[in-house]
C-alpha cells in the first residue's frame, strides 16, 4: 500500500489507530501477553481474553499506567504489530500524529514522540497534538474558532478534565480517576456487603450493564468466591449498592472540574455557560456520572456520540481536512 498517515491515541486500556489510507479507526486492548518472560504469545484483544485466566508463565500487562508509559519496550512491541497489521505485514515509510495528554511532564510527552521513533515503524515524520484538542475536534467543536469550550475525558485511570480555546489548551488537569477505579469501587463493596470476591471482568461487566438492570428492576448475577468458604458461589448484587460505590469517585471527577471551571479565565466563561461541558471517554459512559456533573455544576452535559474513539476521530479530522493541520506541532529536536 502507498504512503500511509496514522493518528494514535494510546489510551490506558484501549489503544486507538486512525489509518488514512484505510480511512478506519482500529481499537485493540492497549495489552500484551509475553511467554517465558521473552516471547509475545498474544497482544490487543487476544492479550486481553486471557487477562486473569493465563498461566504463571504467561504475563499480560498494560504497558501503559495512568496515561503516560510505564514500559516502553512492550510499547513499542506493540505499536509495530498494529501498524504491521495495517499494512499486512510488511512496513511501509509514514507518517504519524500522535495524541498526548497536556497536564504529564515534558519527558512524558516527549516519551510518546521517542515511541514512536524508536518503535521500528519507519517513521518518516511525527507530529503530537494535544488529546483534548483533537478531542474537541472528534465531537465536532471548531476548536480554532470556540473561546472557551471544556472538555472532560473519562478514560480507564485517568480523566483528563480541560478548558481550551482559539485551537489551544488554556487550562488542563489529569486526575487518577476513571473505569478501573469505577470497577474497583464495585469489587470492594461487593467483598464488603456479600463477603464475595468478584474477578474485574465481572466488575466492569455490571458497571456497563446498570441502565439495563435499573430498568428491569433487577440485581446483577454474579459469580465469585466467598470469603469464609473459599467456594465458587451466585450471588444477586443490588444495583443501589453498585450505584452508590461509585458515588465517591463521582464526586471527585465532579469537584475537580469546579476547581477548573474556577480557574477559568471570566471572559471565556460566557461560551462555556453556553456550550456546557462536553463529557466524553470510555468509561464516561457509566450509570449516572452525567446527571451528577449536571447537578454539580448547573452546566449543560454533552454526552459525545463515540466516546471511545473520539480523540481518533479527532486526529483523522487533522489528518485530512487542511484547516486543521495547524493544531498538531513537532516536538523540538526531532529529526525529519
Ligand atoms: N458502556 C459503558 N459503560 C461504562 N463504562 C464503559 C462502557 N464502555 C466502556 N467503558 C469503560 O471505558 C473504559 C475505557 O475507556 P477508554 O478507552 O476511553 O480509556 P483509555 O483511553 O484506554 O484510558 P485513559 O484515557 O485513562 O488512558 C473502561 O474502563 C471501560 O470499562
Ligand atoms: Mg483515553
Known sequence: MAYNVYGIDLGTNNIKIYSKNDDKILVEKNMIAIENKNTVFAYGDSAFDMYEKAPGNITVTYPLSHGVIADIKNMETLVKFFISDFQDG????????????????????????DLIKDAGVKAKKIMVVEKAVADGLGMGIDVKTSQGVIVVNVGYETTEISILSLGGIVLSRLIKVGG???????????????SLIIGGKTAENIKMTIPELD?????????GRDIVTGLPVEREIPTKLVISSLEEHFHTIVDN???ILERTPPELGADIYRNGIYLTGGASQVAHLAERLHEGTGLKVNACENPLTSVAIGLAKIINEDNYKSVAYAIEGMSK
Open 180 to 194: 478501573a477505579k469505577f470497577d474497583e469501587a464495585i469489587r470492594n463493596a461487593v467483598r464488603k456487603e456479600f
Open 257 to 259: 472540574v469546579k476547581v
Open 215 to 223: 430498568k428491569a428492576g433487577n440485581g446483577a448475577i454474579v459469580y
Open 90 to 113: 510488511s512496513l511501509k515509510p509514514s507518517e504519524f500524529i500522535i495524541a498526548v495528554p497536556t497536564d504529564v511532564t515534558e519527558v512524558e510527552k516527549r516519551a510518546f514522540y
